[in-house]
């Protein structure tokens, strides 16, 4: 979902040109629609405050080339890819826009320089063409849980396997925020089959790509590839705190009261067999293998086979002091393996990532990538986000425009930017402007004492 430029900022980076496009657009996506829409409804202005991250007042502390190192990608009509772009006002983000009108609209780094100006220092040899800054990124997408889900493959998403990226939220932002320390934390809908986090604390924004490794690394727990059949090992006496937490907090329940039954997990011997690969006693798998073979024609379902043959599976692992840890350790490892977020990890570890801005509109789908409130993401449903075309039929059934009342706020896209602002983007610059003050105020200090001197 993101594209990754080539190490360096070498001139072989720029990736502008012409693809082949790969589909057809959504009935609900039109590009006339689209130019509306970037013309009466997308919140430029808000984009711009939160790019800014505060300097873009009047404060002595203000870093006025701070927002035009900031690149922006656009991708235009045919897989169009415009890379490099900068701008240092709002009026210049918002007509260019307007003007080119971007299918997409990708965020890169703040760079040492205006990244619009690489190539006059393309000769130097002290890189002085670098990413300096970048929010702390995630991309999550239903596609990398193709092996687990049985109701859909692909791009192709549902009421069914959607709870799978609640449960990637859940677990991802209480670590971020409560093992990282970090507070402004966006999640973003992707428009199609996944979920953007974007953490946005200056700390987060100033880590290096070793730094930004070393917390994807914390989240990892899958090993192997696709064709392995035990993709987690966890390994020790007891669980990591963190993996503890999610476990008992989170993925045991979603996995036994919502995944099992949904996606019917021990309906049929291909799908058990699956989980049977998993435990690696071989007394233990043919001994359930016999008890389901055995009554799989029994007319008795009152309960749900799958709960029923669960917890089959489950005492013959647990039950009996003879059982070793590690073999008890395989209900954890089976619950894991179907539930724990799976993360896109080069996409957090470097600083040169793209991702797609907030309030795009996606091609395929014609929706808009809305905003996603952690707290209460067990009730967001991404068959329910606005599309162009009904942010447009409720425009039209508005009737004018009321002065004083800005367009989106007679659609339903006026939630999500209510949300967007008091919810992330006040609390963020509050927060910036703390750090500003906070920083000019012992520099002026600093300086007082030595002129005292």
Known sequence: MAREEVENARDDMIIDGQMKGNGAFS??????????????????????????????????????????????????????????????????????????????????????????KRHAYAQSNDKVFTPVERE???????????????????????????PLMTVAIKVVDTALRDDFGFNHILWVYSGRRGVHCWVCDAKARRLNNEQRAAIADYFRVYQGNENSNKKISLSGPVLHPFLARSYSEVLRDFFETKLLPCQQLFSDEERYEKILEMIPDESVTSELRGKWHSNKRSSNLKEDINCVRWEQLKHSLQSGKQKAQGLRRCVEEIVFSFTYPRLDMEVSKHMNHLLKAPFCIHPKTGRVCVPIDPIHCDEFDPTTVPTLSELFEELNRGGHKIDGIDEWDRTSLGESIRFFRSSFLQPLLKSCKEEMESSYTAKQRLANNSLSW
Request: aromatic share 18%; proline share 5%.
């Open 27 to 116: 009935n609900d996506f039109n590009p006339n629609l689209l130019k509306l829409y970037y013309g009466k409804l997308f919140p430029h202005a808000d984009l711009f405050k939160w790019m800014s991250y505060g300097n873009d007042g009047k404060h002595p502390a203000c870093d006025k080339s701070y927002f035009g190192r900031r690149e922006f990608s656009f991708t235009l009509d045919n897989d169009i890819y415009v890379r490099f772009q900068s701008f240092y006002t709002l009026s210049e983000l918002e007509n260019s826009i307007k003007d080119k009108c971007p299918f997409k609209i990708d965020i890169g780094p703040v760079y040492s320089v205006d990244p619009a």
């Open 136 to 162: 702390l990124v995630f991309d999550i997408d239903i596609t990398d849980y193709d092996d687990i889900r049985y109701c859909c493959s692909g791009a192709d998403v549902c009421l069914d396997c959607w």
